[in-house]
């Protein structure tokens, strides 16, 4: 049975620019994954490629170092080379059983 990444982030908090949520993932490789959902404050839409609170928009990320807030946005992988929105959890979870197997 493999294991269920998405309920494991390492960092799991209100989305720092909008009214939402943003989960960070990390896994040995130094690869992780940004995953977002939010509406931007005094708007109406969603900032994030998402239209309703079941999808999210992942980014592929690689860690710098240690620090589990210092890492970019990678556009360079077999997995996709921008942001992927407007996932439900099951997608969410296939993406992040790939970035855990990346080299």
């Known amino acids: 049975m493999k294991e269920k990444l998405f309920d494991s982030p390492i960092v799991n908090r209100h989305h720092s620019i909008g009214n939402g ?15 977002v959902r939010f509406k931007m404050f005094g708007l109406s839409g969603y900032g994030s490629y998402t239209s309703n609170e079941s999808e999210f928009e992942l980014a592929v990320i690689k860690f710098k170092n240690k620090n ?3 890492f970019d946005i990678t556009y360079n992988t077999n997995i996709t080379d921008d942001v992927i929105g407007h996932l439900k959890k099951s997608e969410v979870e296939k993406i992040l059983q790939k970035i855990k197997k990346l080299k």
């Open 21 to 35: 949520i943003q989960k960070i993932y990390r896994f040995p490789n130094n690869f992780g994954a940004s995953i």
């Open 68 to 70: 589990n807030e210092d």
